[in-house]
């Protein structure tokens, strides 16, 4: 329906005629395409939809290598197929943004990956350091700056706790 008429769309071939039946966006106001739109959240983004494809982030405290606090950014994502929402492959990358209280962890159960490729959820973990002879950590107030390859968003997670007691 175009101004409460029945208009067949292949009768429309041009941009001038989107104009003449004033279907066209006003001056000064533009479109953002879905693809590279940024989405912000903290300590978790909420379930995001772009086309058959919707993701989300979570961040949890784990201890690992018996003692080390360590900050978990777990990346999940679903696509819509005939038969409803399923696990798919598709490639993040994370990387440490403004702000301070995490750094790259590499112990003995995982290591921080920079990018992943595969089936969802895609796990990002970064260490808390310790503050030396203090049983305590510094607070964490730093940017995650994750790209979903499914989406086209770019997730800037911003995680910000008081400092954690192990």
Not at 75 to 100: D, E, I, M, P, Q
Not at 131 to 139: R, W
Request: contains cysteine.
């Amino acid at each position: 329906m175009i101004a409460n008429q029945k208009v067949s769309l292949k009768d429309i071939t041009t941009y001038e005629q989107l104009v003449d039946l004033g279907q066209t966006l006003p001056d000064g106001i533009s479109l953002t395409a879905e693809r590279g739109d940024v989405v912000t959240g903290t300590n978790e983004i909420s379930e995001t939809r772009v086309g058959d494809n919707k993701v989300w982030v979570k961040t949890h405290y784990k201890k690992k290598d018996g003692s080390i606090p360590v900050m978990q950014v777990e990346v999940c994502f679903r696509k819509k197929y005939w038969l409803g929402w399923s696990n798919h492959n598709s490639n993040t990358t994370a990387k440490l943004g403004f702000g301070s209280g995490l750094q790259m962890y590499a112990g003995k159960d995982h290591e921080s990956a920079v990018a992943i490729h595969g089936f969802s959820s895609h796990d990002y973990y970064y260490a808390i350091p310790n503050m030396v002879g203090i049983p305590s950590t510094i607070p964490v107030n730093q940017e995650v700056i994750i790209d979903h390859g499914g989406t086209g968003l770019t997730l800037k997670l911003q995680c910000k706790y008081d400092s954690y007691m192990p």
